[in-house]
């Protein structure tokens, strides 16, 4: 019943209106939430339990050559420690702003609305002709929405697919599956136009899940959007992303951008632009990093990370930009850097988690292509444990092991303008407004 109100809510107020060119967006109130962080035993749980699911999302792809991307990674990494400098003309800002702000062909920005406090955020879709709710997921390749036919409790409190009712769905019939938490997602795949913002992707490979994982029970979304490359996605062996499918039928120019809105900030309103970039949204330049090859993920090099402008690491780290992920996941020894300039954190070795205090002042920044993105102490801080105490934010965890990789998640993501840039395969940031 919450479920259906708040799906309620979603369609009244995801508006979709494409720029051609221009137009205003309209602004919307987003509606106060009643605090999740209220049980403090909850916190740690909850911490403990977003690392896992992390891990097992990232445990999906068993065919990737760790060799072989460590060796990618070696090499940007290592050219980006080198060429600190020289790092941002390296890269090449190849799509000016201006080109990209004044495109009046396949450009279209439209709000999303975030799940609880800034733990993912979502948009309208309409597959056929019947609407659903999509999980933003930059960390992730696979669309799906729950069949008609599925069983599970995640299915029954969220909207599913009735194939026979959408004209315009041909069935395909191929088995797939993704893990997730402590479960999984599987089905078979179909097609049909999938309609987001004002652009329709015509006949999308999707899947309709007939099994989905307690994980997605809480959710106010009814399935997940994958945007990382086609190469991840577990569908017909790397099946076109809804993305790369608007791409390739000449809908939107080959971008995305996402301003991910902060629940404190509630005259704020988060956007997806398809195409380009919401210039309301952000100052100043976008600054690109360029994407490690190999993983299918957007995955870049983070220069370094700094607490109170101090730096911490010594050596660049491959970072996968992951909307989908809430905080911020990183190797354990870097975490243990980071926390050792924070004043008064300590380590909860039965948990792995640090706790820091709830009234710390320390600003996080994150190096990308030579500009620092700063984490604000507000968004350092995940949840109280106590009147005092904190979990940070700053998870320890091993990504994809060995490799040394940081998951960069809404901690840092709702704190910058991102410009996901699939035609040249980079990222860029900006400052948001
Ligand atoms: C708080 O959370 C813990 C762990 O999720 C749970 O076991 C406990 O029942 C919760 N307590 C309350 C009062 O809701
Ligand atoms: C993984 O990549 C390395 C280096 O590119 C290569 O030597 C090795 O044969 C690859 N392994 C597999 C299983 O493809
Ligand atoms: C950036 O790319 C453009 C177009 O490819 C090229 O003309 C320009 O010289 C490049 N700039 C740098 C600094 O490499
Ligand atoms: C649900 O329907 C699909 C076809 O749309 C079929 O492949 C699958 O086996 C069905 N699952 C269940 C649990 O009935
Ligand atoms: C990276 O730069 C740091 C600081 O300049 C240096 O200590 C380290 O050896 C460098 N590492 C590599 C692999 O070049
Ligand atoms: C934070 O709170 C503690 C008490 O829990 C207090 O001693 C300390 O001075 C406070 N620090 C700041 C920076 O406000």
Redesign the pocket.
């Known amino acids: 019943m919450k479920l259906g109100f708040l799906f309620i809510i979603s369609v009244i107020t995801i508006n979709s209106i494409c720029a051609y060119p221009n137009k205003q967006l309209p602004t919307i109130n987003l509606v106060k939430r009643v605090s999740v962080a209220t049980n403090y035993t909850n916190a740690i749980v909850k911490a403990v339990r977003m690392r896992q699911a992390a891990i097992n999302k990232y445990s999906n792809y068993p065919e990737l050559?760790?060799?072989?991307i460590s060796?990618e990674i070696s090499s940007v990494t290592a050219s980006a420690n080198k060429t600190l400098s020289d790092i941002a003309s390296n890269i090449n800002g190849t799509i000016s702003d201006n080109i990209l702000s004044k495109s009046t062909k396949g450009k279209c920005t439209f709000n999303i609305k975030n799940i609880q406090q800034d733990e993912a955020y979502y948009a309208e879709i309409i597959i056929g002709n019947q609407k659903f709710s999509c999980l933003l997921d930059t960390g992730s390749s696979n669309l799906w929405i729950p069949n008609k036919n599925c069983t599970s409790a995640s299915c029954q409190n969220h909207n599913s697919f009735e194939s026979s009712k959408s004209p315009t769905f041909k069935s395909e019939g191929n088995p797939w599956s993704i893990l997730y938490g402590s479960g999984s997602a599987s089905g078979v795949t179909g097609k049909d136009n999938i309609k987001i913002g004002q652009v329709t992707a015509e006949d999308q490979i999707f899947g309709l899940a007939d099994l989905v994982s307690d994980v997605f029970l809480p959710l106010e979304s009814d399935g997940n959007c994958g945007m990382a490359f086609d190469s991840l996605n577990t569908m017909d062996s790397g099946a076109p992303t809804l993305v790369s499918t608007l791409i390739n039928q000449n809908k939107i120019n080959p971008l995305f951008s996402f301003h991910c809105s902060h629940y404190l900030d509630f005259d704020d309103q988060g956007t997806l632009t398809l195409g380009g970039v919401d210039e309301s949204k952000f100052t100043g330049e976008i600054t690109y990093s360029p994407v490690i090859p190999g993983t299918g993920f957007w995955s870049i090099p983070l220069i370094d990370a700094l607490v109170n402008g101090e730096p911490t690491l010594n050596l660049a780290r491959p970072a996968i930009i992951d909307t989908g992920t809430t905080l911020l996941m990183i190797p354990p020894d870097d975490a243990a850097a980071i926390h050792k300039q924070i004043p008064g954190s300590e380590y909860d070795s039965q948990d792995s988690i640090y706790i820091i205090p709830c009234n710390t002042t320390a600003v996080v920044s994150l190096n990308f292509g030579g500009v620092e993105y700063n984490i604000p102490p507000r968004d350092l801080i995940f949840s109280p444990i106590s009147g005092t105490q904190c979990v940070s934010s700053i998870i320890p965890a091993y990504i994809l092991e060995p490799l040394p990789i940081w998951l960069c998640g809404q901690t840092f993501l709702k704190n910058v303008y991102s410009v996901f840039d699939v035609g040249n395969k980079q990222v860029g940031f900006a400052h948001s407004k």
Do not use: A, F, I
């Not at 050559?65 to 072989?68: A, H, K």
């Open positions: 050559n760790l060799t072989s060796n």
